[in-house]
């Protein structure tokens, strides 16, 4: 079955960091894409970053570009996001998604994690 599990959001003060992880069971993500969406209580679900495993490409929203950083290990079948220079309006559940397309709408993406809750303080 495929499975995707994401770890290690937190709270976190502004200014802060933090690292997601989100490993991948049951396909390889060497022949997915994989994004970073993240949903804040009463907002639609938004997409962050993509990383396009067939090509290595990256794709970053301009709410994000230039904090936070994607990056995928294929030994560990595992998709990072290293998320830095955080705010307030950062806070939100963040999942990760696959799909063996190029596709970074939310609607193309039908294997999601369970979540990870980032919280910045003010």
């Known amino acids: 079955d495929v499975q995707l599990v994401e770890s290690g959001g937190g709270l976190v003060q502004t200014g802060g960091s933090l690292r997601l992880s989100c490993a991948a069971s049951?396909?390889?993500?060497?022949?997915?894409?994989i994004c970073w969406f993240r949903q804040a209580p009463g907002k639609e679900r938004e997409g962050l970053s993509c990383i396009f495993n067939l090509d290595g490409n990256k794709y970053y929203a301009d709410s994000v570009k230039g904090r936070f950083i994607i990056s995928s290990d294929s030994a560990k079948n595992a998709v990072y996001l290293q998320m830095s220079g955080l705010k307030p309006e950062d806070t939100a559940v963040y999942y990760c998604a696959a799909n063996p397309s190029r596709a970074i709408q939310v609607d193309a993406y039908n294997y999601w994690g369970q979540g990870t809750q980032v919280t910045v303080s003010s």
């Open positions: 049951g396909f390889g993500i060497n022949d997915y894409t």
